[in-house]
């Protein structure tokens, strides 16, 4: 494993659903995101075509002749109302004017497979800052680069997020456990 060197996971035992508080309420909270095959976004109109009007996250991505890796992820977004979203979006704007192919995946929370999630658009507010952290490296987002998840004007909860559908070339992590605990571990040096 990648880990900071010196550095390995704590062991919490061998499921999620096992770590429960005191009145057996599961710590984490499950959600379970199913990735749309991707559309390409026009050039002109940047604008997706949805067929549902419900809250969700998205994934712009970048392809052109040069680039080393296709579908690279560029930009993670949500949207409580998808079919406004696109009206004005100087970011997509950006991203589509630019040489080459601009293309959008979108992902609805799945309620059936999704566990202990009360409200929809705060849980995808916090699963789009936990993508943000965890793809950091190529995004061009402006905003929630430069908080911690969990640390802005809203508290954030512990998640356990699993991302099916399309794979997006394998830059998407397959499973998300936030938070969890890297620990080095000490030398025993008690006296015998």
């Known amino acids: 494993m990648n880990y900071i060197p010196g550095f390995e996971p704590a062991d919490f035992g061998n499921t999620l659903e096992g770590l429960t508080n005191r009145a057996n309420r599961p710590l984490y909270k499950k959600a379970t995101l199913f990735w749309s095959k991707p559309q390409i976004l026009d050039k002109i109109s940047c604008r997706p075509f949805f067929d549902d009007d419900r809250p969700l996250l998205y994934a712009i991505m970048r392809n052109h002749h040069s680039m080393k890796r296709r579908d690279r992820i560029c930009y993670i977004g949500l949207s409580a109302t998808p079919s406004n979203r696109f009206r004005n979006h100087p970011k997509a704007r950006d991203l589509a004017s ?13 309620e059936e497979q ?8 705060p849980a995808l507010e916090q699963i789009e800052h936990l993508l943000i952290w965890t793809l950091w ?3 061009e987002n402006d905003r929630k680069l430069f908080t911690l ?11 356990h997020i699993i991302n099916e559908g399309y794979r997006f070339r394998g830059q998407m992590p397959k499973e998300i456990v936030y938070p969890w605990m890297l620990v080095r571990k000490g030398r025993d040096t008690t006296v015998k």
Do not use: C, H
């Open 149 to 159: 998840p969990g640390m802005g004007k809203f508290g954030g909860q512990a998640w």
């Open 114 to 121: 999704s566990k202990n999630v009360d409200r929809i658009k």
């Open 137 to 139: 490296e190529s995004l």
């Open 98 to 110: 630019r040489r080459g192919e601009t293309s959008l995946s979108y992902a609805f929370l799945d």
